[in-house]
């Protein structure tokens, strides 16, 4: 089986260079003084693809348009494509418009084709691309059904395969409009005047003959670009373009079984530096809902100094990820995830560097023993008791606030940098009842810590 995506969203064609789409404007990609593709009003005003543009204009006086943007064709194809391979590995382009899928390996997992197919073209949607599918035999059988929109080969029209224009001249002389009609000709007598290169593409559409293809390999990392239909000027209103970029992340990640530790999204604006925006995740992650509630909390908190006029999304160290199935009842691992997620809306909210954990340092003395780390990692065990709270500054003591518990604990350190302590530290009871870690030095007594 095959899929073929053989037209991409107008969007994509039109990306960066159209300005705000209205619903009574009127527009067209045009190539070689053709439309090639035209929105819904243009449509509505009687413009067809394929139309002449003098007929086009004759028709919709107010039609606007464009050039053709291969490189923007290109790239969409290519994410297209990208997002596609989590649905198999044998992802094949076919240039300029359509992208090729062998799906029979991955039906039964995806729960048949009808829902496979509603899978596409919602996530398609999701990421901002409109798209024909079709299912067929082999490679090029899906690839001319969706061409021409049919049910059957036979029932296709010759034009929908894009013969050579001498040899579709000849077939409609001889009354030939239908895949079906030219499938019944004598190959003898066909063959030296319609070519050997149609006839070869039709037996390689029946299975007759193979048709090797190049597979599709996704990058090693992510980046997309989706330009905007207009400025955008408030950040909270460019939630929805993200989203987008996300889910096409979301699609490029499962192809490659693995998730990131965050990404880079650039607002790109006209006449000044872009404004980045880094969102960290605590562990691998590739869920796109959840990616978009933390960049929901910073675009909330962003003032914006020009409008942004394009979105570019960045992810690398791509990390592996398997799937996870939840477990019946609130377990450890529930716990795990409610914690990580809550750590990374924090950091979201307030910033990376206002939010982090505690990893140990190499140094004796209690209050250069430890970092800020990343939300990550947690503080390990120390080796000897130690108080849950360290009090900074360490607050004088007199030796009738206190009895001694355990102790001493010598701690001599510091001589290298400058700053070096000789203390005797103990376990003590002070007057209120508090279990206290406390220091005698040559200054006198110190309370340095509660425990809990």
Known sequence: MALCFPRLALEALLRGRAPSEGPDDLWAVIENRSVLVCNAAATAAGVRPGSALAAAWALAPRLRTLPRNA???AAALEAIAAWACQFTSRVSLEPPQAVLLEVEGSLRLFGGMGRLMARLHSGLAGIGFEALLAAGPTARAALWLARGEGETLEALPVCAIAPPPEALALLQRIGISTLGELMRLPRAA???RLGQQLLDDLDRALGRIPEPRAFFA???RFRAQLELPAPVAQAESLLFAGRRLLLQLEGFLAARQAGVRGFALNLLHRDSAPTA???GFAVPRRDAEHGLRLLRERLGALALASPAEAL?????????LAGTTS????DAHSETEEW???LERLQARLGGTRVHGLTLHADHRP???WRAADGGEVLAAPLGPRPLWLLEPPRRLSESDFVLLAGPERIEAGWWDGEDVVRDYFIARTRAGSLSWIYRAPEGWFLHGLFA
């Open 71 to 73: 490189p923007a064709e």
């Open 190 to 192: 066909a063959a030296p």
């Open 218 to 220: 996704p990058p090693e």
């Open 277 to 279: 925006i880094e969102i």
């Open 312 to 320: 570019q999304l960045e992810a690398g160290g791509l990390a592996p």
């Open 327 to 330: 477990g019946l009842f609130h």
């Open 340 to 342: 990580e997620r809550l």
């Open 367 to 369: 209050e250069r023993a």
